[in-house]
């Protein structure tokens, strides 16, 4: 039998910013790989503490619900895509292949309606799901009509979150300076 090797995992960087101006609430957010925890300075250490732990439990629940299960592997990508072809397009879209690919220079993902093939930019990779669902509804439309014409937009807004995808796109490529324009 072989030995078993316990390896140990870094706890996340905790800095805890108390002010005399919140009376109440207790609020966390990531800032890089720190965990930021904003607390009211009346609170002992031993409120500090189960704050701490009770908002980076909170943190962790709230990131875990945004994530994709699609972003996981090709298989997973090409299951949502089903689920979204039946969503959206009465199952009319059903593409060969999705497959996730290094980051492209000038855009999110690709669709060859030919061989019904479809690649994402690993970039989306963390994107929130209703994001990468989008695009993934963008180049499933593809699979109809190819250009980017009215029809064409009329099947991608059949997604509620059109609007609001594109906007966060954009300003993720903004941020980063990637210069990935988002056709609309």
Do not use: N
Not at 14 to 29: D, L, Q
Not at 46 to 51: F, L, M, R, S
Not at 70 to 84: M, P, Q, V
Not at 103 to 127: F, G, K, Y
Request: contains cysteine; proline residues 7%; glycine residues 6%.
């Amino acid at each position: 039998m072989l030995p078993l090797t316990v390896v140990p995992v870094a706890e996340p960087r905790v800095e805890v910013r108390r002010s005399k101006r919140r009376t109440r609430t207790v609020t966390a957010y990531r800032e890089g790989d720190t965990v930021i925890v904003l607390i009211p300075a009346r609170l002992s250490k031993k409120e500090e503490a189960h704050w701490v732990q009770e908002m980076q439990r909170r943190l962790l629940r709230s990131e875990t619900k945004r994530r994709s299960p699609a972003r996981t592997s090709d298989s997973a990508l090409l299951e949502r895509c089903g689920e979204l072809s039946a969503s959206y397009f009465g199952g009319q879209c059903l593409p060969r292949s999705v497959r996730w690919v290094p980051p492209m220079r000038t855009r999110w993902a690709s669709c060859t309606p030919v061989d019904r093939t479809i690649r994402v930019s690993e970039r989306l990779r963390e994107v929130p799901a209703w994001v990468l669902d989008y695009v993934l509804v963008h180049e499933l439309a593809h699979l109809l009509v190819p250009g980017h014409g009215p029809d064409f937009w009329e099947l991608v807004h059949a997604y509620p979150r059109t609007e609001r995808a594109v906007g966060y796109l954009e300003g993720l490529s903004a941020a980063a300076g990637w210069g990935i324009a988002t056709e609309e």
